[in-house]
Protein backbone atom coordinates (compact mmCIF):
# COMPACT_ATOMS: atom_id res chain seq x y z
CA UNK A 1 0.00 0.00 0.00
CA UNK A 2 2.74 2.24 0.77
CA UNK A 3 4.64 1.38 -2.41
CA UNK A 4 1.52 2.63 -4.56
CA UNK A 5 1.31 5.76 -2.72
CA UNK A 6 5.14 6.26 -3.10
CA UNK A 7 4.71 5.01 -6.87
CA UNK A 8 1.58 7.60 -7.46
CA UNK A 9 3.80 10.32 -6.13
CA UNK A 10 6.62 9.82 -7.91
CA UNK A 11 4.20 9.44 -11.52
CA UNK A 12 2.84 12.79 -10.16
CA UNK A 13 5.90 14.54 -9.75
CA UNK A 14 7.01 12.81 -12.90
CA UNK A 15 3.91 13.72 -14.89
CA UNK A 16 4.43 17.49 -13.22
CA UNK A 17 7.85 17.79 -14.33
CA UNK A 18 7.04 16.61 -18.03
CA UNK A 19 4.06 19.06 -18.23
CA UNK A 20 6.66 21.49 -17.76
CA UNK A 21 7.77 21.11 -20.99
CA UNK A 22 5.37 20.54 -23.52
CA UNK A 23 6.09 23.50 -26.06
CA UNK A 24 6.86 23.02 -29.34
CA UNK A 25 5.96 19.45 -29.21
CA UNK A 26 3.17 19.81 -32.12
CA UNK A 27 5.79 21.30 -34.17
CA UNK A 28 7.81 18.28 -33.51
CA UNK A 29 5.22 15.67 -34.29
CA UNK A 30 4.59 17.91 -37.49
CA UNK A 31 7.79 17.36 -38.61
CA UNK A 32 8.38 14.27 -37.88
CA UNK A 33 5.59 13.62 -40.17
CA UNK A 34 6.61 15.89 -42.88
CA UNK A 35 10.46 13.98 -42.33
CA UNK A 36 9.22 11.20 -43.39
CA UNK A 37 7.43 12.43 -46.32
CA UNK A 38 10.10 14.01 -47.28
CA UNK A 39 12.96 12.10 -46.76
CA UNK A 40 12.40 10.42 -49.94
CA UNK A 41 10.64 11.69 -53.17
CA UNK A 42 7.18 11.47 -52.59
CA UNK A 43 6.15 12.30 -56.24
CA UNK A 44 6.84 9.64 -58.33
CA UNK A 45 3.58 8.02 -57.54
CA UNK A 46 1.38 10.80 -57.84
CA UNK A 47 1.78 10.92 -61.73
CA UNK A 48 1.08 7.17 -62.09
CA UNK A 49 -1.61 7.34 -59.24
CA UNK A 50 -3.56 9.30 -61.63
CA UNK A 51 -4.07 6.22 -63.93
CA UNK A 52 -3.34 3.47 -61.23
CA UNK A 53 -5.26 4.58 -58.75
CA UNK A 54 -6.58 1.40 -57.42
CA UNK A 55 -2.87 0.62 -56.75
CA UNK A 56 -1.58 3.05 -54.39
CA UNK A 57 -4.40 4.43 -53.05
CA UNK A 58 -2.37 5.50 -50.02
CA UNK A 59 -1.06 8.87 -50.09
CA UNK A 60 2.84 9.71 -49.95
CA UNK A 61 3.40 5.85 -50.37
CA UNK A 62 6.79 6.05 -51.27
CA UNK A 63 10.06 4.56 -52.59
CA UNK A 64 11.49 1.60 -50.89
CA UNK A 65 13.91 2.45 -48.29
CA UNK A 66 15.99 -0.85 -48.28
CA UNK A 67 16.59 -1.44 -51.68
CA UNK A 68 18.30 2.14 -51.76
CA UNK A 69 20.66 0.89 -48.87
CA UNK A 70 21.68 -2.40 -51.08
CA UNK A 71 22.87 -0.33 -53.46
CA UNK A 72 25.64 1.39 -51.48
CA UNK A 73 28.97 0.03 -51.51
CA UNK A 74 28.48 -1.26 -47.57
CA UNK A 75 31.70 -3.36 -47.03
CA UNK A 76 30.91 -6.66 -45.34
CA UNK A 77 27.11 -6.22 -46.21
CA UNK A 78 27.31 -9.31 -48.58
CA UNK A 79 28.53 -11.40 -45.71
CA UNK A 80 25.38 -10.62 -44.01
CA UNK A 81 23.09 -13.73 -44.49
CA UNK A 82 20.14 -12.63 -46.36
CA UNK A 83 17.78 -13.85 -43.42
CA UNK A 84 19.91 -11.92 -40.81
CA UNK A 85 19.70 -8.70 -43.25
CA UNK A 86 15.80 -9.81 -43.17
CA UNK A 87 15.15 -9.52 -39.76
CA UNK A 88 16.86 -6.15 -39.88
CA UNK A 89 14.83 -4.52 -42.10
CA UNK A 90 11.72 -6.40 -39.83
CA UNK A 91 13.33 -4.98 -36.38
CA UNK A 92 13.78 -1.66 -38.36
CA UNK A 93 10.28 -1.75 -39.42
CA UNK A 94 8.67 -2.25 -36.19
CA UNK A 95 11.34 0.48 -34.37
CA UNK A 96 9.68 3.27 -36.98
CA UNK A 97 13.35 3.10 -38.05
CA UNK A 98 12.59 3.15 -41.57
CA UNK A 99 11.17 5.85 -44.17
CA UNK A 100 8.23 4.91 -45.70
CA UNK A 101 8.31 1.73 -47.77
CA UNK A 102 5.50 0.60 -50.63
CA UNK A 103 6.10 -3.70 -50.58
CA UNK A 104 8.22 -5.80 -48.95
CA UNK A 105 11.48 -5.87 -50.15
CA UNK A 106 12.11 -8.61 -52.61
CA UNK A 107 14.59 -10.28 -50.69
CA UNK A 108 12.92 -10.13 -47.61
CA UNK A 109 9.76 -11.72 -49.14
CA UNK A 110 10.68 -15.38 -48.10
CA UNK A 111 11.50 -14.68 -44.65
CA UNK A 112 8.45 -11.79 -44.05
CA UNK A 113 6.28 -14.80 -45.69
CA UNK A 114 7.94 -17.47 -43.31
CA UNK A 115 7.91 -14.80 -40.07
CA UNK A 116 4.09 -14.33 -40.51
CA UNK A 117 2.94 -18.08 -41.05
CA UNK A 118 5.15 -19.35 -38.20
CA UNK A 119 5.11 -19.32 -34.28
CA UNK A 120 7.16 -15.97 -34.16
CA UNK A 121 4.52 -14.13 -35.51
CA UNK A 122 2.05 -15.45 -32.57
CA UNK A 123 4.43 -15.23 -30.18
CA UNK A 124 4.97 -11.15 -30.81
CA UNK A 125 1.07 -10.80 -30.84
CA UNK A 126 0.52 -12.71 -27.67
CA UNK A 127 3.68 -11.03 -25.99
CA UNK A 128 1.97 -7.25 -26.95
CA UNK A 129 -1.17 -8.75 -25.60
CA UNK A 130 -0.10 -9.88 -22.47
CA UNK A 131 2.04 -6.55 -21.96
CA UNK A 132 -1.36 -4.15 -22.60
CA UNK A 133 -3.68 -6.18 -20.16
CA UNK A 134 -0.35 -5.87 -17.51
CA UNK A 135 -1.14 -1.96 -18.06
CA UNK A 136 -4.77 -2.20 -18.65
CA UNK A 137 -4.74 -3.78 -14.97
CA UNK A 138 -2.45 -1.57 -13.57
CA UNK A 139 -4.43 0.82 -14.50
CA UNK A 140 -7.32 0.17 -12.59
CA UNK A 141 -9.17 1.65 -10.93
CA UNK A 142 -10.88 3.43 -13.23
CA UNK A 143 -12.57 6.80 -13.45
CA UNK A 144 -16.63 6.05 -12.04
CA UNK A 145 -17.60 8.38 -14.72
CA UNK A 146 -16.74 5.64 -16.76
CA UNK A 147 -14.74 7.67 -19.62
CA UNK A 148 -11.55 5.88 -19.93
CA UNK A 149 -11.05 4.54 -23.02
CA UNK A 150 -9.09 2.02 -25.18
CA UNK A 151 -8.54 2.46 -28.76
CA UNK A 152 -8.12 -0.24 -31.34
CA UNK A 153 -7.06 -0.27 -34.83
CA UNK A 154 -8.99 -3.10 -36.61
CA UNK A 155 -6.67 -4.90 -39.85
CA UNK A 156 -4.27 -6.78 -38.34
CA UNK A 157 -4.76 -5.42 -35.17
CA UNK A 158 -8.45 -6.96 -34.13
CA UNK A 159 -8.78 -9.04 -37.46
CA UNK A 160 -6.39 -10.78 -39.44
CA UNK A 161 -6.14 -10.28 -43.22
CA UNK A 162 -3.60 -13.09 -43.59
CA UNK A 163 -5.77 -15.45 -46.55
CA UNK A 164 -5.47 -12.04 -48.47
CA UNK A 165 -1.74 -11.21 -48.01
CA UNK A 166 -1.36 -14.81 -48.65
CA UNK A 167 -2.68 -14.40 -52.13
CA UNK A 168 -0.97 -11.58 -52.76
CA UNK A 169 2.60 -12.45 -51.88
CA UNK A 170 2.60 -11.15 -48.16
CA UNK A 171 3.23 -7.71 -48.90
CA UNK A 172 5.99 -8.22 -51.16
CA UNK A 173 2.87 -7.46 -54.16
CA UNK A 174 2.36 -3.89 -54.32
CA UNK A 175 -1.43 -3.22 -52.14
CA UNK A 176 -4.15 -3.29 -55.14
CA UNK A 177 -7.52 -1.49 -53.17
CA UNK A 178 -9.57 -3.06 -55.37
CA UNK A 179 -8.81 -6.40 -54.63
CA UNK A 180 -8.26 -5.59 -51.08
CA UNK A 181 -12.16 -4.18 -51.10
CA UNK A 182 -13.55 -7.37 -52.74
CA UNK A 183 -11.66 -9.60 -49.96
CA UNK A 184 -13.15 -7.21 -46.98
CA UNK A 185 -16.99 -7.57 -48.68
CA UNK A 186 -16.54 -10.89 -47.58
CA UNK A 187 -16.47 -10.24 -44.14
CA UNK A 188 -14.34 -13.30 -43.48
CA UNK A 189 -11.54 -12.07 -41.59
CA UNK A 190 -10.79 -14.13 -38.68
CA UNK A 191 -9.99 -12.65 -35.19
CA UNK A 192 -6.38 -11.99 -33.70
CA UNK A 193 -6.80 -14.97 -30.58
CA UNK A 194 -4.90 -12.34 -28.39
CA UNK A 195 -6.58 -9.43 -29.51
CA UNK A 196 -9.90 -10.72 -29.06
CA UNK A 197 -8.48 -11.77 -25.03
CA UNK A 198 -6.98 -8.38 -24.47
CA UNK A 199 -10.48 -6.79 -26.33
CA UNK A 200 -12.54 -8.61 -24.03
CA UNK A 201 -10.39 -7.87 -20.54
CA UNK A 202 -10.11 -4.22 -21.05
CA UNK A 203 -14.28 -4.18 -21.36
CA UNK A 204 -14.18 -6.04 -18.02
CA UNK A 205 -12.40 -3.72 -16.24
CA UNK A 206 -14.96 -0.76 -17.91
CA UNK A 207 -12.87 0.56 -20.58
CA UNK A 208 -15.30 2.08 -22.94
CA UNK A 209 -13.26 0.58 -26.72
CA UNK A 210 -12.83 2.57 -29.57
CA UNK A 211 -12.28 0.93 -32.75
CA UNK A 212 -11.09 3.31 -35.39
CA UNK A 213 -10.21 2.07 -38.65
CA UNK A 214 -8.78 3.13 -42.02
CA UNK A 215 -11.84 1.12 -43.65
CA UNK A 216 -14.03 3.54 -45.36
CA UNK A 217 -17.85 4.13 -43.91
CA UNK A 218 -18.80 2.14 -46.99
CA UNK A 219 -17.96 -0.87 -45.15
CA UNK A 220 -19.63 -0.21 -42.30
CA UNK A 221 -22.05 -2.96 -42.36
CA UNK A 222 -19.84 -5.42 -43.76
CA UNK A 223 -17.34 -4.56 -41.09
CA UNK A 224 -19.53 -4.91 -38.06
CA UNK A 225 -21.15 -8.39 -39.44
CA UNK A 226 -17.06 -9.37 -39.57
CA UNK A 227 -16.36 -8.36 -36.06
CA UNK A 228 -19.28 -9.58 -34.42
CA UNK A 229 -18.72 -12.99 -36.02
CA UNK A 230 -15.06 -13.25 -34.66
CA UNK A 231 -16.13 -12.35 -30.65
CA UNK A 232 -16.21 -8.31 -30.98
CA UNK A 233 -19.05 -7.06 -29.19
CA UNK A 234 -20.14 -3.76 -27.19
CA UNK A 235 -17.53 -1.08 -28.77
CA UNK A 236 -18.36 2.37 -27.73
CA UNK A 237 -17.81 3.46 -31.14
CA UNK A 238 -16.73 2.62 -34.60
CA UNK A 239 -15.16 4.97 -36.50
CA UNK A 240 -14.78 4.55 -40.20
CA UNK A 241 -13.56 6.83 -42.52
CA UNK A 242 -15.84 9.25 -43.79
CA UNK A 243 -15.49 11.26 -47.55
CA UNK A 244 -13.85 13.93 -46.37
CA UNK A 245 -11.23 12.23 -44.66
CA UNK A 246 -10.05 10.13 -47.69
CA UNK A 247 -7.26 11.96 -48.26
CA UNK A 248 -6.03 12.67 -44.80
CA UNK A 249 -2.98 10.22 -44.07
CA UNK A 250 -3.81 7.72 -41.31
CA UNK A 251 -2.12 9.71 -39.20
CA UNK A 252 -3.87 13.08 -39.45
CA UNK A 253 -7.09 11.19 -39.82
CA UNK A 254 -6.60 9.18 -36.44
CA UNK A 255 -5.40 11.85 -34.89
CA UNK A 256 -8.18 14.29 -35.57
CA UNK A 257 -11.00 11.41 -34.71
CA UNK A 258 -8.49 11.02 -30.76
CA UNK A 259 -9.06 14.27 -30.52
CA UNK A 260 -12.88 14.32 -30.82
CA UNK A 261 -13.04 11.36 -28.51
CA UNK A 262 -10.92 13.41 -25.97
CA UNK A 263 -13.30 16.68 -26.37
CA UNK A 264 -16.47 14.35 -25.78
CA UNK A 265 -14.38 13.73 -22.44
CA UNK A 266 -12.71 10.31 -22.80
CA UNK A 267 -9.45 9.88 -21.32
CA UNK A 268 -7.55 7.41 -24.07
CA UNK A 269 -5.14 5.32 -21.82
CA UNK A 270 -4.27 2.68 -24.05
CA UNK A 271 -3.95 2.67 -27.81
CA UNK A 272 -3.63 -0.47 -29.76
CA UNK A 273 -2.12 -0.80 -33.53
CA UNK A 274 0.08 -2.44 -35.93
CA UNK A 275 0.90 0.94 -37.79
CA UNK A 276 2.85 3.83 -36.46
CA UNK A 277 0.31 5.91 -38.23
CA UNK A 278 -2.35 4.34 -35.47
CA UNK A 279 -0.12 5.67 -32.73
CA UNK A 280 1.84 8.55 -33.29
CA UNK A 281 0.12 12.41 -34.03
CA UNK A 282 -1.66 14.04 -31.54
CA UNK A 283 -4.29 13.09 -28.91
CA UNK A 284 -1.76 9.92 -27.95
CA UNK A 285 -3.47 8.71 -25.17
CA UNK A 286 -1.68 7.79 -21.88
CA UNK A 287 0.47 4.36 -23.51
CA UNK A 288 0.44 2.95 -27.15
CA UNK A 289 0.86 -0.71 -28.13
CA UNK A 290 2.70 -1.31 -31.65
CA UNK A 291 1.38 -4.99 -33.17
CA UNK A 292 3.73 -6.59 -35.68
CA UNK A 293 3.18 -5.87 -39.32
CA UNK A 294 5.97 -6.31 -41.53
CA UNK A 295 3.15 -6.86 -44.82
CA UNK A 296 2.42 -3.38 -44.77
CA UNK A 297 3.41 0.48 -44.31
CA UNK A 298 0.13 3.21 -43.71
CA UNK A 299 1.55 6.81 -43.19
CA UNK B 1 13.38 17.65 -61.38
CA UNK B 2 9.52 18.16 -61.42
CA UNK B 3 9.52 15.12 -59.52
CA UNK B 4 11.44 16.69 -56.45
CA UNK B 5 9.12 19.82 -56.79
CA UNK B 6 6.06 17.88 -56.39
CA UNK B 7 7.33 15.77 -53.71
CA UNK B 8 8.04 19.25 -51.37
CA UNK B 9 4.59 20.88 -52.13
CA UNK B 10 3.14 17.60 -51.39
CA UNK B 11 5.58 17.21 -47.92
CA UNK B 12 4.33 21.10 -47.04
CA UNK B 13 1.00 20.75 -47.66
CA UNK B 14 1.33 17.45 -45.13
CA UNK B 15 3.39 20.13 -42.72
CA UNK B 16 0.51 22.17 -42.43
CA UNK B 17 -1.83 19.32 -42.45
CA UNK B 18 -0.29 18.13 -39.51
CA UNK B 19 0.12 21.68 -38.10
CA UNK B 20 -3.45 22.37 -37.51
CA UNK B 21 -3.79 19.65 -35.19
CA UNK B 22 -0.69 20.44 -32.69
CA UNK B 23 -2.71 20.82 -29.04
CA UNK B 24 -2.39 18.46 -26.67
CA UNK B 25 0.51 16.85 -27.95
CA UNK B 26 2.89 17.87 -25.18
CA UNK B 27 0.04 16.35 -22.80
CA UNK B 28 0.27 13.50 -24.49
CA UNK B 29 3.92 13.41 -24.62
CA UNK B 30 3.80 13.56 -20.46
CA UNK B 31 1.34 11.48 -19.97
CA UNK B 32 3.07 9.08 -22.00
CA UNK B 33 5.84 9.26 -19.57
CA UNK B 34 3.46 8.64 -16.84
CA UNK B 35 2.08 5.63 -17.88
CA UNK B 36 5.50 3.83 -18.49
CA UNK B 37 6.16 5.32 -14.87
CA UNK B 38 3.26 4.21 -13.14
CA UNK B 39 1.69 1.32 -15.03
CA UNK B 40 3.81 -1.07 -12.91
CA UNK B 41 4.64 0.23 -9.18
CA UNK B 42 7.77 2.29 -8.86
CA UNK B 43 8.45 2.20 -5.21
CA UNK B 44 9.59 -1.07 -4.79
CA UNK B 45 13.32 0.07 -5.44
CA UNK B 46 12.99 3.25 -3.92
CA UNK B 47 13.50 1.17 -0.29
CA UNK B 48 15.80 -0.67 -1.08
CA UNK B 49 17.85 1.98 -2.55
CA UNK B 50 19.06 3.95 -0.02
CA UNK B 51 20.84 0.90 1.12
CA UNK B 52 22.29 -0.56 -2.16
CA UNK B 53 22.33 2.83 -4.61
CA UNK B 54 24.76 1.75 -6.55
CA UNK B 55 23.30 -1.72 -7.75
CA UNK B 56 20.11 0.36 -8.76
CA UNK B 57 20.96 4.58 -9.85
CA UNK B 58 18.66 4.62 -12.51
CA UNK B 59 15.29 6.55 -11.20
CA UNK B 60 11.74 4.59 -11.59
CA UNK B 61 13.15 1.20 -12.69
CA UNK B 62 10.64 -1.45 -12.20
CA UNK B 63 9.18 -4.96 -12.14
CA UNK B 64 10.09 -7.07 -14.83
CA UNK B 65 7.04 -7.55 -16.88
CA UNK B 66 8.24 -10.60 -19.13
CA UNK B 67 8.12 -12.76 -15.70
CA UNK B 68 5.05 -11.26 -14.55
CA UNK B 69 3.72 -12.40 -17.79
CA UNK B 70 5.34 -16.00 -17.32
CA UNK B 71 3.08 -16.31 -14.52
CA UNK B 72 -0.01 -16.13 -16.20
CA UNK B 73 -1.81 -18.98 -17.90
CA UNK B 74 -1.75 -18.18 -21.38
CA UNK B 75 -2.47 -20.87 -23.55
CA UNK B 76 -0.28 -22.57 -25.48
CA UNK B 77 2.92 -20.30 -24.36
CA UNK B 78 4.74 -23.17 -23.65
CA UNK B 79 4.64 -24.69 -26.92
CA UNK B 80 6.59 -21.91 -28.26
CA UNK B 81 10.00 -22.41 -27.95
CA UNK B 82 12.45 -20.02 -25.48
CA UNK B 83 14.46 -18.84 -28.56
CA UNK B 84 11.37 -17.54 -29.97
CA UNK B 85 9.95 -16.12 -26.65
CA UNK B 86 13.09 -14.20 -26.13
CA UNK B 87 12.95 -12.97 -29.48
CA UNK B 88 9.53 -11.49 -29.04
CA UNK B 89 10.75 -10.08 -25.85
CA UNK B 90 13.19 -8.14 -27.67
CA UNK B 91 11.33 -7.01 -30.43
CA UNK B 92 8.82 -6.06 -27.68
CA UNK B 93 11.10 -3.84 -26.18
CA UNK B 94 12.69 -2.08 -29.24
CA UNK B 95 9.08 -1.29 -30.18
CA UNK B 96 8.56 0.52 -26.74
CA UNK B 97 5.97 -2.50 -25.70
CA UNK B 98 7.24 -3.07 -22.39
CA UNK B 99 6.74 -1.39 -19.24
CA UNK B 100 10.29 -0.34 -17.81
CA UNK B 101 12.03 -3.02 -16.99
CA UNK B 102 15.56 -3.74 -15.06
CA UNK B 103 17.06 -6.78 -15.89
CA UNK B 104 17.15 -9.35 -19.16
CA UNK B 105 14.70 -12.25 -17.99
CA UNK B 106 16.68 -14.82 -16.92
CA UNK B 107 15.64 -17.32 -19.36
CA UNK B 108 16.55 -14.85 -22.40
CA UNK B 109 20.25 -14.30 -21.26
CA UNK B 110 21.35 -16.82 -23.53
CA UNK B 111 19.67 -15.46 -26.13
CA UNK B 112 20.86 -12.21 -26.00
CA UNK B 113 24.45 -12.82 -25.17
CA UNK B 114 23.88 -15.01 -28.87
CA UNK B 115 22.63 -11.93 -30.43
CA UNK B 116 24.71 -9.13 -28.96
CA UNK B 117 27.72 -11.07 -29.83
CA UNK B 118 26.55 -12.28 -33.51
CA UNK B 119 26.10 -11.07 -36.61
CA UNK B 120 22.44 -9.74 -36.33
CA UNK B 121 23.23 -7.15 -33.65
CA UNK B 122 25.87 -5.77 -36.17
CA UNK B 123 23.30 -5.95 -39.19
CA UNK B 124 21.01 -4.16 -37.08
CA UNK B 125 23.25 -1.72 -36.64
CA UNK B 126 23.85 -1.10 -39.91
CA UNK B 127 20.81 -0.98 -41.18
CA UNK B 128 19.15 2.24 -38.62
CA UNK B 129 22.94 3.71 -39.55
CA UNK B 130 22.54 3.49 -43.14
CA UNK B 131 18.47 4.51 -42.58
CA UNK B 132 20.08 7.55 -41.02
CA UNK B 133 22.28 8.73 -43.37
CA UNK B 134 19.69 8.16 -46.27
CA UNK B 135 17.93 10.60 -44.64
CA UNK B 136 20.50 12.97 -43.45
CA UNK B 137 21.38 13.25 -47.21
CA UNK B 138 18.03 13.74 -48.09
CA UNK B 139 17.89 16.58 -45.66
CA UNK B 140 20.43 18.39 -47.54
CA UNK B 141 21.12 21.44 -48.70
CA UNK B 142 20.96 22.42 -44.87
CA UNK B 143 20.12 26.07 -43.76
CA UNK B 144 22.91 28.78 -44.47
CA UNK B 145 22.75 29.50 -40.91
CA UNK B 146 24.61 26.48 -40.05
CA UNK B 147 22.25 25.99 -37.13
CA UNK B 148 20.69 22.28 -38.16
CA UNK B 149 21.88 19.87 -36.18
CA UNK B 150 21.97 16.11 -35.02
CA UNK B 151 22.12 14.70 -31.97
CA UNK B 152 23.42 11.50 -30.40
CA UNK B 153 23.71 9.59 -27.35
CA UNK B 154 27.10 8.33 -26.08
CA UNK B 155 26.78 4.60 -24.64
CA UNK B 156 25.56 2.18 -27.07
CA UNK B 157 25.10 4.91 -29.52
CA UNK B 158 28.44 6.05 -30.45
CA UNK B 159 30.43 3.89 -28.31
CA UNK B 160 29.63 0.28 -27.47
CA UNK B 161 30.39 -0.89 -23.86
CA UNK B 162 30.39 -4.63 -24.79
CA UNK B 163 33.36 -5.63 -22.95
CA UNK B 164 32.08 -4.63 -19.40
CA UNK B 165 28.48 -6.15 -20.45
CA UNK B 166 30.41 -9.47 -21.35
CA UNK B 167 31.57 -9.64 -17.30
CA UNK B 168 28.41 -8.79 -16.46
CA UNK B 169 26.06 -10.94 -17.83
CA UNK B 170 24.89 -9.20 -21.27
CA UNK B 171 22.14 -6.96 -19.20
CA UNK B 172 21.43 -10.08 -17.14
CA UNK B 173 22.47 -8.81 -13.96
CA UNK B 174 21.33 -6.22 -11.79
CA UNK B 175 23.16 -2.96 -13.68
CA UNK B 176 26.12 -1.89 -10.95
CA UNK B 177 26.52 1.64 -10.74
CA UNK B 178 30.43 1.75 -9.24
CA UNK B 179 31.55 -1.43 -11.54
CA UNK B 180 30.24 0.60 -15.11
CA UNK B 181 31.70 3.96 -13.68
CA UNK B 182 35.03 1.94 -13.54
CA UNK B 183 35.06 0.37 -16.82
CA UNK B 184 34.14 4.40 -17.95
CA UNK B 185 37.22 5.57 -16.35
CA UNK B 186 39.12 3.49 -18.29
CA UNK B 187 38.10 5.20 -21.48
CA UNK B 188 38.13 1.92 -23.37
CA UNK B 189 34.79 1.59 -24.94
CA UNK B 190 35.50 1.25 -28.75
CA UNK B 191 33.05 3.13 -31.23
CA UNK B 192 30.37 1.35 -32.95
CA UNK B 193 31.51 1.62 -36.80
CA UNK B 194 28.40 2.12 -38.67
CA UNK B 195 28.04 5.39 -36.01
CA UNK B 196 31.64 6.64 -36.58
CA UNK B 197 30.85 6.31 -40.39
CA UNK B 198 27.41 7.72 -39.74
CA UNK B 199 28.78 10.43 -37.61
CA UNK B 200 31.70 11.86 -40.06
CA UNK B 201 28.86 11.72 -42.63
CA UNK B 202 26.24 13.88 -41.45
CA UNK B 203 29.19 16.30 -40.10
CA UNK B 204 30.59 16.59 -43.73
CA UNK B 205 26.78 16.80 -44.64
CA UNK B 206 27.38 20.58 -42.72
CA UNK B 207 25.11 19.40 -39.51
CA UNK B 208 26.57 20.37 -36.16
CA UNK B 209 26.59 17.41 -33.75
CA UNK B 210 25.51 17.41 -30.26
CA UNK B 211 26.56 14.40 -27.74
CA UNK B 212 23.61 14.05 -25.48
CA UNK B 213 25.12 11.64 -22.55
CA UNK B 214 23.55 10.33 -19.07
CA UNK B 215 27.57 10.20 -18.24
CA UNK B 216 28.17 12.50 -15.33
CA UNK B 217 30.25 16.17 -15.71
CA UNK B 218 33.30 14.25 -13.57
CA UNK B 219 33.46 12.25 -16.45
CA UNK B 220 34.13 14.68 -19.12
CA UNK B 221 37.53 14.22 -19.48
CA UNK B 222 37.93 10.71 -20.10
CA UNK B 223 34.42 10.79 -22.29
CA UNK B 224 36.65 13.22 -24.62
CA UNK B 225 39.35 11.17 -24.64
CA UNK B 226 37.79 8.05 -25.44
CA UNK B 227 35.66 9.95 -28.06
CA UNK B 228 38.87 11.26 -29.92
CA UNK B 229 40.68 8.61 -29.16
CA UNK B 230 37.79 6.10 -31.39
CA UNK B 231 37.66 8.80 -34.36
CA UNK B 232 34.77 11.22 -32.77
CA UNK B 233 35.67 14.72 -33.34
CA UNK B 234 34.64 18.17 -33.93
CA UNK B 235 31.05 17.96 -32.08
CA UNK B 236 29.48 21.52 -31.15
CA UNK B 237 28.90 20.52 -28.00
CA UNK B 238 28.67 17.37 -25.46
CA UNK B 239 26.59 17.54 -22.72
CA UNK B 240 27.13 15.83 -19.77
CA UNK B 241 24.55 15.23 -16.38
CA UNK B 242 25.39 17.65 -13.74
CA UNK B 243 24.51 17.49 -10.25
CA UNK B 244 21.56 18.96 -10.67
CA UNK B 245 20.45 16.80 -13.33
CA UNK B 246 21.02 13.98 -11.40
CA UNK B 247 17.81 12.95 -10.34
CA UNK B 248 15.95 13.27 -13.38
CA UNK B 249 14.70 10.48 -15.37
CA UNK B 250 17.24 10.89 -18.71
CA UNK B 251 13.90 11.42 -20.71
CA UNK B 252 13.30 14.66 -18.48
CA UNK B 253 17.13 15.40 -18.65
CA UNK B 254 17.58 15.63 -22.45
CA UNK B 255 14.27 16.82 -23.21
CA UNK B 256 15.34 20.03 -21.07
CA UNK B 257 19.19 19.65 -22.96
CA UNK B 258 17.57 19.59 -26.56
CA UNK B 259 14.78 22.20 -25.69
CA UNK B 260 17.93 24.72 -24.75
CA UNK B 261 19.89 23.71 -28.38
CA UNK B 262 16.65 24.45 -29.70
CA UNK B 263 16.28 27.98 -27.84
CA UNK B 264 19.80 28.92 -29.39
CA UNK B 265 18.29 28.16 -32.05
CA UNK B 266 19.53 24.76 -33.31
CA UNK B 267 16.87 22.79 -35.61
CA UNK B 268 16.96 19.04 -34.61
CA UNK B 269 16.60 17.15 -37.86
CA UNK B 270 18.08 13.85 -36.64
CA UNK B 271 18.42 12.03 -32.89
CA UNK B 272 19.88 9.02 -32.46
CA UNK B 273 19.74 6.67 -29.31
CA UNK B 274 19.52 3.39 -28.05
CA UNK B 275 17.18 3.79 -25.66
CA UNK B 276 13.62 5.47 -25.85
CA UNK B 277 14.10 7.77 -23.23
CA UNK B 278 16.89 9.22 -26.02
CA UNK B 279 14.14 10.12 -28.02
CA UNK B 280 10.77 10.99 -26.48
CA UNK B 281 10.04 13.65 -24.11
CA UNK B 282 9.50 17.01 -25.69
CA UNK B 283 11.68 18.96 -28.52
CA UNK B 284 11.95 15.56 -30.22
CA UNK B 285 13.25 16.75 -33.32
CA UNK B 286 12.07 16.07 -36.96
CA UNK B 287 13.30 12.30 -36.92
CA UNK B 288 14.83 9.79 -34.60
CA UNK B 289 16.35 6.38 -35.15
CA UNK B 290 16.23 3.75 -32.47
CA UNK B 291 19.22 1.95 -32.18
CA UNK B 292 19.20 -1.93 -30.86
CA UNK B 293 19.82 -2.40 -27.23
CA UNK B 294 18.22 -5.35 -25.66
CA UNK B 295 20.78 -5.22 -22.56
CA UNK B 296 19.50 -2.58 -20.32
CA UNK B 297 16.62 -0.03 -19.78
CA UNK B 298 16.98 3.71 -19.43
CA UNK B 299 13.33 5.70 -18.22
Redesign the interface.
Known sequence: M???????L???L??F???A????????????????????????D?GADTQQQHLLPR??VIEL??S??ED?D?PG?DA??PD??C???R??A??????PWRAVPPECAPHVRDYVTG??Y???L???A??SA??AR??APLGADGRDAWVFDVDETLLSNLPYYAEHGYGAELFDHHKFDEWVERGEAAAIPSSLKLYNEVRELGFKTFLLTGRSEGHRGVTVDNLNKQGFHDWEKLVLRAAGDRK??A??YK??KR?EM?QEGYRI?GNSGDQWSDLL??????????L?NPMYYIP
Open positions: ARGGIARLATLFLLLTPLADGASEAETGLAQGASEAAAPAPLPSRAEEAVPVRASWLAEANNLAVARSDDLVREAYAAKTTVSEKELGSSMGARSFKP
